[in-house]
């Protein structure tokens, strides 16, 4: 049996283009974009790397929900053997499934998000207890591979393009938990506010849809009562 497979082409303005792709076992919807670019269009642009869910370059819509593509299996997903994939919402189109992941990177750099010490490479390495509560929270969102699927399914981000959104405030708060940063307090002003973690309205898309299992949702309720913590100590 064939699936239909209608793809994004072009630029913002473009238009889907239908394939015909023949069924195999075990097909992921990656599979399905790397046959149709080499033996229907070479043309098509979109993006992959590692195939194993590690780099997160990937992730596209996929019949309206953004998926990491290379373990979404073809049989999850095509309802009534279609298939419509699309470039990720909330990101500017390069061209059929690439983005540009530009402005989402910087809004990690607006974030905070580098970690930043005060040792040298003379120093000892500090030591942090792995059952210690902030060990934990920042292991908790480590994890992260930077896929875009939570900042495509934020509706928040779809509102307010300005707000910095789950997977940076999300990178922020595992530095916040870092107890070897120095820039807390400049940290917490950067991701405080309104185009900040008090923009989200906890309606957890990201959470449900993150492919590594993280809860954005939960990092930035930890932000939202650490910035309160330091407004009412005069702090912000
Ligand atoms: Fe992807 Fe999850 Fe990181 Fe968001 S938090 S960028 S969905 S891995």
């Not at 239908?18 to 043309?43: N, W």
């Not at 993006?47 to 049989?75: D, F, I, K, L």
């Not at 939202?224 to 005069?234: E, F, P």
């Amino acid at each position: 049996m064939d699936l239909e497979v209608k793809v994004w082409r072009g630029g913002e303005q473009g238009a889907f283009a239908t394939y015909q792709v023949r069924r195999e076992e075990s097909q992921t919807v990656l599979d399905v974009v790397v046959y149709i670019q080499r033996h229907l269009d070479p043309s098509l642009s979109y993006r992959y790397a590692c195939r194993v869910g590690m780099c997160g370059s990937c992730a596209m819509s996929v019949n309206g929900v953004a998926r990491w593509t290379c373990r979404t299996h073809v049989s999850k997903v095509a309802a009534g053997g279609s298939l419509e994939i699309a470039p990720l919402p909330n990101f500017p189109v390069i061209k059929d499934l690439a983005i540009d992941m530009r402005g989402f990177f910087d809004k990690w750099a607006r974030a905070r998000g580098q970690f930043q010490g005060a040792t040298t490479r003379h120093d000892d390495f500090a030591r942090v207890e792995p059952g210690s509560k902030e060990r934990r929270a920042a292991d908790a969102g480590v994890e992260c591979i930077g896929c875009g699927i939570c900042h495509a399914s934020c509706d928040v981000v779809s509102w307010r393009p300005g707000f910095l959104g789950p997977a940076a405030l999300n990178r922020a708060w595992t530095l916040v938990n870092d107890v070897r940063d120095t820039q807390q307090a400049a940290r917490l002003r950067a991701v405080a506010g309104i185009a900040g973690c008090h923009a989200c309205h906890t309606q957890g898309s990201c959470t449900e849809r993150c492919p590594k299992q993280l809860a954005p949702t939960t990092a930035i309720a930890g932000l939202k009562r650490l910035a309160a913590r330091a407004a009412v100590r005069g702090k912000l």
